[in-house]
T-cell receptor, first 114, second 111 residues
Framework: EAGVVQSPRYKIIEKKQPVAFWCNPI?????LYWYLQNLGQGPELLIRYENEEAVDDSQLPKDRFSAERLKGVDSTLKIQPAELGDSAVYLC????????????FGPGTRLTVL | QKEVEQDPGPLSVPEGAIVSLNCTYS??????FMWYRQYSRKGPELLMY????GNKEDGRFTAQVDKSSKYISLFIRDSQPSDSATYLCAMTSFGNEKLTFGTGTRLTIIP
């Protein structure tokens, strides 16, 4: 079974440019998460989707960040415009139905803003 | 003060040693506790999951939870070089989908 797929794996952009990250969750997983992981820190939740509905986006900086999951499968996270402080790893995770809160993480996209 | 505190290390031990990794937390609502392992340039992967005080063993790994002290531990026996990674504790409350992670402890097992 394929795991969570993310692309690109690495992205280098100049500040004020837009950037987008793509995530394909594990097949059948209805819950999808986007996390931000700064160097030397644990992941911090940005947004959670249940199917196509964003049910928790309280930590998403909505002035520059946006996300979508139009058909309840793949998801895209966008930053426009990017700032120097956005340099980090952006992780996508998914979870299937069940009583255990086991989230499966993708490898992440490492963003560098110059 | 952060809800979850974890010593960032780095921690280096010789192969075969017993490793102890720890987290403390302040939110008494946390009921579910997890340990994730994260290799360099990879996403975290779940190692252990527990929801009650006491010990849970899985092979060389033992997770320990003390809710009265708000303290959790992960023990690794007979440590191997392949155990070299960052270990993240994570926890959440009942009915809550949001995980709160520690900062992670970077572990190196020296052959």
């Amino acid at each position: 079974e394929a795991g969570v797929v993310q692309s690109p794996r690495y992205k280098i952009i100049e500040k004020k440019q837009p950037v987008a990250f793509w995530c394909n969750p594990i097949s059948g997983h209805n819950t999808l998460y986007w996390y931000l992981q700064n160097l030397g820190q644990g992941p911090e939740l940005l947004i959670r989707y249940e199917n196509e509905e964003a049910v928790d986006d309280s930590q998403l900086p909505k002035d520059r960040f946006s996300a979508e999951r139009l058909k309840g499968v793949d998801s895209t996270l966008k930053i426009q415009p990017a700032e120097l402080g956005d340099s980090a790893v952006y992780l996508c995770a998914s979870k299937g139905a069940g009583k255990y809160n086991e989230q499966f993480f993708g490898p992440g996209t490492r963003l560098t803003v110059l | 003060q952060k809800e979850v505190e974890q010593d960032p290390g780095p921690l280096s031990v010789p192969e075969g040693a017993i490793v102890s990794l720890n987290c403390t937390y302040s939110n008494s609502a946390f009921q579910y506790f997890m340990w994730y392992r994260q290799y360099s340039r990879k996403g975290p992967e779940l190692l252990m999951y527990t929801y009650s005080s006491g010990n849970k063993e899985d092979g060389r790994f033992t997770a320990q939870v003390d809710k009265s002290s708000k303290y959790i531990s992960l023990f690794i026996r007979d440590s191997q070089p392949s155990d070299s990674a960052t270990y993240l504790c994570a926890m959440t409350s009942f009915g809550n989908e949001k995980l709160t992670f520690g900062t992670g402890t970077r572990l190196t097992i020296i052959p």
